[in-house]
């Protein structure tokens, strides 16, 4: 995947860049899903502030930047 396009996927939420778990899968070439199970199964690997939920409002405001 260019670098234009992985720059695209990059979100500023919470003062952060974030990427959505869709779009990190495609990336990683698997479905959602799974990448969020092998997050899960290895959950000690990451940084505390490695994955956090949207609220309503945060998705919300994310769709319309899509």
């Known amino acids: 995947m260019p670098d ?8 500023f939420i919470r003062g ?3 990427m959505i778990d869709r779009d ?6 698997v479905t959602t899903g799974n990448l969020n199970k092998a997050v899960i199964r290895n959950i000690a690997r990451f940084p505390d502030d490695f994955m956090f939920q ?3 409002e ?3 405001n994310l769709i319309f930047q899509i």
């Open 16 to 18: 952060k860049k974030v």
């Open 24 to 29: 990190l899968a495609d990336l990683y070439g």
């Open 4 to 11: 234009e396009v992985v720059m695209e996927k990059i979100h």
């Open 58 to 60: 945060e998705f919300d």
């Open 54 to 56: 949207l609220t309503k």
